[in-house]
Each structure stands twice: as structure tokens, then as C-alpha cells.
């Protein structure tokens, strides 16, 4: 730290946590973990463990032998916080007197006085200069005090309390067919947080490990990456519903709020805002989740409309083929109650863009569905968080900058959408941007800890990179928690191919076939036997895939990664164009695969990544 700048270790600290509780980088978990790691250390003196190597192994988990000349990740990132404060200082932060700053050659951060416009009558240089910087560093820090001073006692510290697990709600009165109600209200509540953009939520798959289980909140906050626990109960009597909520404060498991809600089964919208509102004022939140205008934030004052909607998302939860039809039939019914239901005409969009990926058909066929839902329910809540979420997910923008800005109002309506993180961490991997692309499936699995799926991505990312030592040990991992994860037994297995461990590739797709009998897991075994020089086998794999083709959609690439294998290019190719005239989703990773570089040199695939747009 400068002395002669008059900088004292509580000053820094102040200075970092009034920067870590700011909109700019509360958001963001993995910035704000790089900001605290190097200011701390810098206000400790150790300046010397404030490198690229360090700051890549304790905030990005990378491996002992990362090799920053090849991975570019914490450049990348330290792009970004440099972005970020200079947001910052130019909006909430200017009048700072005392500014942080990260110079573009170092890792290692400065506090310097900001600069000052020379008013009229204002004293010379030399005077300036005699002014004891300590003055204005008082003034500055009497700032920070104040904020502080609003912040709930339990509340601070370097680690701010920013972040929270809304738990299942527990369905009290042993009614199993209104489950639904009380998975809806937390759902519910879960989003309104989300979508104040003040705290870092917890995501759903992660917090319903949880259900029913109960235990120690310390070791779920641990689990959960968070500071704070909701939990509660639902009770059914008669036409009347009662709820408990619970908050608790994970560093030390003390219980910091609760309530007890009661009213008439007819009146759930007004139950849901009332809860919304107690916990918005519990958690210091202004009028983040109020409930004000619920119409206007896309919910509904219709009770029927609303149990219906509830009904839909349970099934819809389910991810089960019938259940989703099923949940469709919910939303319109709910729809035809109260067409202005926009969370509804949201919920709608999802279910279709769902249904296309788990039946593995032509996105086309329901993508002009889902945009008719997705626009009703803009046109009632243009800041809608499910809808732009969609929205980007659906997208077909030639133009990858118009892409990105799509998704960053997505995640800008709800920073703690874990599932926005990870589309745009997978739409980033498409274009190629690896580094960028693992910050962001990084955050999503920060957000969503327990995800394996989310993972086993992060996987994908080094095998895009052909990084296939650091594929095998990724996938490894997730396979030691639960060795059934078919995402990472594919790369895992696409991570041996790269290295040329053939045999071990072919195992765990042999396996996989025993079980899954889909035509990714024929067409990765028969590219596998094909590289590998088993050309009757991969020809096996072929015949396969086409007798499928005969009872179901099968996408036409999945027969191009074989004959790529089998050096057959041009009926590769063939494959490939008519996969696209499909509109198949999975040609997204056509730039960046590597079980595709045979081709990379042909016009044919080159005409391809453009008419894709990933050839900027």
C-alpha cells in the first residue's frame, strides 16, 4: 500500500467493500472474488503471491501446470473488472474522493485521490499539493461508514451478505396434491429476489437437494456458496393458507427474521406479494420484490389463472415429455383466465423450446410458437426476466454483437440466472470465445453448485479447446459424484479420443449404448471406431443411425461426424449442408469441435460457418 499516499488498511477495506457491494460487481461472483483476492492481498504486503499463475488456480480452478501463454482467462477477466470499476466510478462511485484502481500492466491494484476539476478561485498547485491527502481519505471513508451504517449488523464484513438459498417450501399439511402451491411460492419468491439485482440467488436445482432434508444451515450455506437461507412451510385448512418463513445467516446458523402469513385460498396472489414484501424489507431491499403493480411485473391477480400457472410449472419442473405437453395445456388454460398473464405466456415460450430439445426435433416447428409467447409477454413486461431469457435463447441473429446484447439484457433482468449464465457461456463457446465462455459457465456452477450438468460443460470447453488432458480430468470429477451423468461420460470419452486413447473412448460409449441407445452416443461410437480404423464397425454405426432415422428425427450431422471419421468428405459435407436446411441445433458447435477440423479447409465448410455466422 502507498503510505505517502496516506492509505491505511481499514481505509482499503472500506474502499473494497463498499466496491463489492455495489450493482457493478455483486452481480458477478467471480470478478468480485478476483477484486477481494488481490486487494487483500496487496493490503496484507504480499504483492509477491499477486500473479497471473495464483489468481488463475484460486478464483478459475485451473489445474497445477496452467499455462497462462496458452490460456488467457485471467487477462480476460482482468479486462473485465477494469470495465467494471470504470462503471462504477462513473456512476454511483464519482464523487469517491479515494478511487481503486488495477493498472493495465499489473494484477496487483493502487488507491490513488481522484481527480479534481480546478474550480474558479481555486488554490495553486503547489497549495494543492500541501493539502494533506489524509483530509479528504477522512471524508471518503466517513461515506463508506455511512452506507455501512445501513447495513444490518450480522451483515458485515469483507464478505458482504449478498447472496441467498431460497429452500423448497415444505408442504405442512400432508396434502401431496398441493405440492404444487408450495414449489410455486418458492419459485416465486426465488425470482423476485433474483430480479432485484441486490442479491446473488441460489438456483433451484441446486436448493431443492434440500427438500425435506432440512439440516444444518451453515453446511447448506457452505454447500450453496451463500450467506443466507430461506426456508418455510405451507399449511392447507380448509379455503384458508398459512405460511412460515424462516431466514437464517449461514456463517453462524443464528435465525435473523421470521414471519407467519396467513389468508383465504381466493386471495394466493395477495398471500405471495404480502410474503414478497415482508422479506424485501427484511432483507433491506427497498422496493425490490414489493409486489407493487404485480401486473406490470408479469404475475397476476387471478387466483384461478395463478393455481393453474402453478399446476403447469410443477409438471413442466418434471422435465418428463408428457409432463411438459401436459404443462402446455396449463399455461393456455391459465392464459384464457387472464390473457395479460404474462409469466404465463413466458412459461409457455419455455415449454416449446423444451419440448423441441428433448424430442431432438426441427427447432423450426416450434421456434415461431415460442416467439409468439415470448412477444405477448414482452408487450406486457418488457423487462420480463424468463421472457428475455428466451428471447436470447431463441434468437436468430446473423450478427453476433446483436446476439451478445440480447443476452446481456437477459442477464441484466436477473444476474442470479444460472441458466443465462450457462446459455451464454455455451453461446460464447460456439463463437469460440473460450476464455470468456468458462467465465461464465464458472458462474453459472457458482450459482448452481450442485449441477452436474453445468460441470460437466466446463468440460466441453477445454475439449473445444483441445485441452483433452483437462477434459478427462473434469469429467472424471463430476463422474465421482455421480458416475451416470451422460454429458460427462460423453466428453470424458471424447476427451480419450483427442488423446488418441482410443480403447478407453470406445469402452465408455460401448457402456453408454447398453442404455442409451440415442443416436449422439451412435454417432460418437461410430466416429471413435472410424479415427481408430474400425471402418466395418463405424459402417455398423452408420446402418444404425439410419434404420432410426426411419421412426424418428435423427439430425443428418450425426451421420457427417462418421463419415468425417471415415475421410469421406464430401459426403461428410453433403450431410452437413442438408443438416443445416434442417435448421438442427447441432451444428452450433460446427466452428469449434474438433472431431470437424478434417474439414475446415474445404470452401463447402467454409460457405457453412458463414451462412451459420461463425466465421467473425
Known amino acids: 500500500m502507498p503510505d505517502r499516499e496516506g492509505i491505511t488498511p481499514e481505509v482499503a477495506q472500506a474502499i473494497l467493500r463498499k466496491l463489492l457491494a455495489s450493482p457493478h460487481l455483486s452481480g458477478s461472483r467471480l470478478l468480485s472474488e478476483f477484486l477481494r483476492f488481490i486487494t487483500l492481498k496487496t493490503i496484507a504486503g504480499e504483492t509477491a503471491k499477486v500473479d497471473e499463475y495464483r489468481i488463475a488456480f484460486e478464483i478459475y480452478g485451473r489445474a497445477p501446470d496452467y499455462?497462462?501463454?496458452?490460456?488467457?482467462?485471467?487477462?480476460?477477466?482482468?479486462?473485465?473488472l477494469r470495465a467494471k470499476l470504470r462503471e462504477y466510478y462513473e456512476a454511483e462511485g464519482r464523487d469517491d474522493a479515494v478511487r481503486l484502481r488495477l493498472p493495465l500492466e499489473s494484477y496487483i491494484p493502487v488507491f490513488e485521490s481522484a481527480p479534481q476539476p480546478a474550480p474558479s478561485g481555486a488554490p495553486s498547485a503547489a497549495t494543492a499539493q500541501r493539502t494533506p491527502l489524509r483530509v479528504t481519505l477522512a471524508v471518503t471513508l466517513a461515506a463508506v461508514t455511512t452506507m455501512a451504517a445501513l447495513v444490518p449488523f450480522s451483515m458485515r464484513s469483507i464478505d458482504p451478505r449478498t447472496s441467498i438459498a431460497v429452500l423448497p417450501?415444505?408442504?405442512?399439511?400432508?396434502?401431496?396434491?398441493?405440492?404444487?402451491?408450495?414449489?410455486?411460492?418458492?419459485?416465486?419468491?426465488?425470482?423476485?429476489?433474483?430480479?432485484?439485482?441486490?442479491?446473488q440467488v441460489a438456483a433451484r436445482g441446486s436448493a431443492e437437494r434440500?427438500?425435506?432434508?432440512?439440516?444444518?444451515?451453515?453446511?447448506?450455506?457452505?454447500?450453496?456458496?451463500?450467506?443466507?437461507?430461506?426456508?418455510?412451510?405451507?399449511?392447507?385448512?380448509?379455503?384458508?393458507i398459512g405460511v412460515s418463513t424462516?431466514?437464517?445467516?449461514?456463517?453462524?446458523g443464528r435465525r435473523i427474521w421470521s414471519s407467519e402469513f396467513n389468508r383465504p385460498a381466493a386471495e394466493a396472489p395477495v398471500l405471495q406479494d404480502e410474503i414478497a414484501k415482508a422479506l424485501a424489507r427484511a432483507l433491506q431491499l427497498g422496493n425490490a420484490g414489493s409486489g407493487r403493480d404485480r401486473t406490470a411485473m408479469g404475475w397476476t391477480g387471478d387466483s384461478g389463472a395463478l393455481d393453474l400457472y402453478l399446476q403447469g410449472r410443477y409438471l413442466f419442473n418434471s422435465r418428463k415429455p408428457e409432463n411438459l405437453r401436459k404443462s402446455v395445456q396449463l399455461y393456455d388454460a391459465a392464459l384464457k383466465k387472464d390473457p395479460r398473464f404474462a409469466q404465463a405466456h413466458a412459461a409457455l415460450a419455455e415449454d416449446y423450446v423444451v419440448l423441441a430439445a428433448n424430442e431432438d426435433r426441427d427447432m423450426s416447428e416450434m421456434r415461431a410458437l415460442a416467439k409468439q409467447s415470448v412477444a405477448r409477454a414482452l408487450s406486457i413486461d418488457p423487462t420480463l426476466p424468463e421472457a428475455l431469457l428466451t428471447e436470447a435463447a431463441i434468437q436468430e441473429n446473423p450478427d453476433f454483437a446483436g446476439l451478445e446484447r440480447g443476452w446481456r439484457a437477459a442477464l441484466a433482468a436477473n444476474p442470479s440466472s444460472a441458466n443465462g449464465h450457462h446459455w451464454w457461456g455455451l453461446n460464447l463457446l460456439a463463437a469460440g470465445r473460450f476464455s470468456e465462455s468458462e467465465a461464465e459457465i464458472r458462474q453459472a456452477q457458482w450459482l448452481d453448485p450442485l449441477s452436474l450438468h453445468i460441470g460437466a460443460n466446463i468440460g466441453a470447453v477445454y475439449y473445444c479447446s483441445r485441452r483433452y488432458k483437462d477434459t478427462v480430468a473434469q469429467e472424471r470429477r463430476i463422474l465421482d459424484l455421480d458416475p451416470h451423468v451422460p454429458l460427462a461420460l460423453l466428453l470424458l470419452a471424447r476427451g480419450y479420443e483427442g488423446l488418441g486413447r482410443y480403447p478407453e473412448a470406445e469402452a465408455i460409449l460401448e457402456n453408454m449404448l447398453r442404455t442409451d441407445n440415442s443416436a449422439g452416443v451412435l454417432a460418437d461410437l461410430g466416429h471413435v471406431y472410424a479415427v481408430s480404423g474400425k471402418r466395418d464397425d463405424a459402417r455398423r454405426m452408420m446402418d444404425a443411425l439410419t434404420r432410426m432415422a426411419r421412426t424418428q428425427h435423427v439430425s443428418p450431422h450425426h451421420l457427417a461426424f462418421i463419415q468425417t471419421g471415415l475421410g469421406n468428405k464430401s459426403e461428410a459435407l453433403a450431410l452437413l449442408e442438408m443438416s443445416y436446411e434442417q435448421h438442427n441445433a447441432g451444428l452450433a458447435f460446427l466452428k469449434v469441435d474438433p472431431r470437424w477440423d478434417p474439414l475446415r479447409g474445404d470452401p463447402r465448410f467454409q460457405r457453412l460457418l458463414h451462412e451459420l455466422s461463425l466465421d467473425k
Open 169 to 199: 417450501f415444505t408442504n405442512e399439511g400432508g396434502l401431496a396434491e398441493k405440492d404444487y402451491f408450495s414449489d410455486g411460492l418458492t419459485e416465486r419468491i426465488a425470482n423476485q429476489l433474483g430480479r432485484s439485482g441486490k442479491l
Open 210 to 240: 434440500f427438500k425435506d432434508l432440512g439440516g444444518d444451515v451453515r453446511r447448506i450455506g457452505q454447500q450453496l456458496h451463500v450467506d443466507m437461507v430461506l426456508e418455510g412451510g405451507v399449511r392447507f385448512a380448509g379455503d384458508s
Open 67 to 80: 499455462d497462462p501463454t496458452v490460456d488467457s482467462i485471467v487477462r480476460v477477466e482482468a479486462g473485465r
Open 246 to 252: 424462516r431466514l437464517y445467516e449461514t456463517h453462524n
